[in-house]
Nanobody, 122 residues
Framework: QVQLVESGGGLVQAGGSLRLSCVAS????????IGWFRQAPRKEREFVGA??????YYADSVKGRFTISRDNAKSTVYLQMNSLKPEDTAVYYC?????????????????WGQGTQVTVSS
């Protein structure tokens, strides 16, 4: 199994940027696709994006503003968030799966990090 730890959250003004990191340990990193999800208060967890070994995938709400990258040597996935909006405020989670499809569904993922808070002020 794999353990995931997110970091990089914080408070930022609208229009600003943050970079989240998701560090994996405990298993061969290359066998996992990694997804990013977020959950705002009183809302369901929603898909943000994902990266497998060759491709990245994004929700329409973040396309063009967020970028996911992967450094297999460091067992780390990054979520670069630019042009942040107040509606991006949420707890952000990374998750891992050995299934290579269905990335938009939270049920696809077997392992989750503890989450990191992102707050965007207007």
């Amino acid at each position: 199994q794999v353990q995931l730890v997110e970091s990089g959250g914080g408070l930022v003004q609208a229009g600003g940027s943050l970079r989240l990191s998701c560090v994996a340990s405990g298993s061969t990193f290359g066998k996992y696709a990694i997804g990013w999800f977020r959950q705002a208060p009183r809302k369901e967890r929603e898909f943000v994006g994902a990266v497998d070994l060759g491709n990245t995938y994004y929700a329409d709400s973040v396309k063009g503003r967020f970028t996911i990258s992967r450094d297999n040597a460091k067992s780390t996935v990054y979520l670069q968030m630019n042009s942040l909006k107040p509606e991006d405020t949420a707890v952000y989670y990374c998750a891992a799966t050995t299934g290579w499809r269905g990335y938009e569904s939270a049920s696809t993922y077997d392992y989750w990090g503890q989450g990191t808070q992102v707050t965007v002020s207007s």
